[in-house]
């Protein structure tokens, strides 16, 4: 079944601690993009990739960076996390105006 | 960064009424105008979108009505239902940009049994 999937759903982490969360589609598109979900419930583009070896910033800037060496994965990495980096992070993919969406990760760092 | 500005932020409504969304753009020749549905713990799916070039698009209960002379396009969910409590977004596609999707605010829907 074509989807989205994001690992962990949740994570509960230290200041400092690198973490990697994970992102993989089964759907074979070549956009994808990491967003940013803060509690008010507004959507910050942070990253996008128009295909392998392709990423760019998106319009909120993110301590964080991405890497898209496979088609079907887009992994976002913190190298040092801190409280500030607390929040939801959401993976879509797709061209056109339908963007299917992962379930987030929901990120906590003490 | 062209915005878009939705409004309310949160709304109530008893079931069977009408919610009513709101949102409006900026000065840009836009090629979709599409909704988002948002359930707790889920990432925000595609509900409905229109083109630039039609005033209404209905589906089911869901009507988006567009406005290209104000700039303004509604969302209306009609005979509104429990099921429907979500968190929805509008938002702007422009195929040229690259990052093509830009979102509004977020409204926060409790439609109440």
């Known amino acids: 079944e074509a989807d989205i999937y994001q690992t962990p759903r949740y994570l509960v982490i230290g200041t400092g601690k690198k973490i990697t969360l994970e992102c993989s589609q089964t759907?074979?598109?070549?956009?994808m993009y990491w967003y940013q979900q803060d509690p008010g419930m507004e959507l910050h583009l942070i990253h996008y990739?128009?295909?392998?070896?392709?990423?760019e910033k998106g319009d909120l800037s993110s301590e964080s960076t991405v890497s898209r060496i496979r088609t079907e994965h887009f992994p976002l990495t913190l190298e040092s996390a801190r409280p500030s980096h607390t929040s939801q992070y959401l993976c879509a993919s797709g061209g056109g105006f339908e963007q299917f969406f992962g379930p987030g990760t929901r990120l906590t760092v003490l | 960064q062209q915005q878009v500005k939705q409004s309310p932020q949160s709304l109530i409504v008893q079931k069977g009424g009408i919610s009513i969304i709101n949102c409006a753009y900026e000065n840009t020749a836009f090629d979709y105008f599409p909704w988002y549905q948002q359930f707790p713990g889920k990432g925000p799916a595609l509900l409905i979108a229109i083109r630039p070039d039609v005033s209404e698009k209905k589906e089911g209960r869901f009507t988006i009505s567009f406005n290209k002379s104000a700039k303004q396009f509604s969302l209306h969910i009609m005979d509104s239902q429990p099921g429907d409590s979500a968190t929805y977004f509008c938002?702007?596609?422009?195929?040229?940009?690259?990052?093509?999707?830009?979102f509004g605010s977020g409204t926060q829907l409790t439609v109440l049994p």
């Open positions: 990739s128009y295909g392998v070896n392709s990423t």
């Open positions: 938002a702007t596609y422009l195929l040229v940009s690259a990052r093509q999707l830009t």
């Open positions: 759907m074979g598109h070549d956009k």
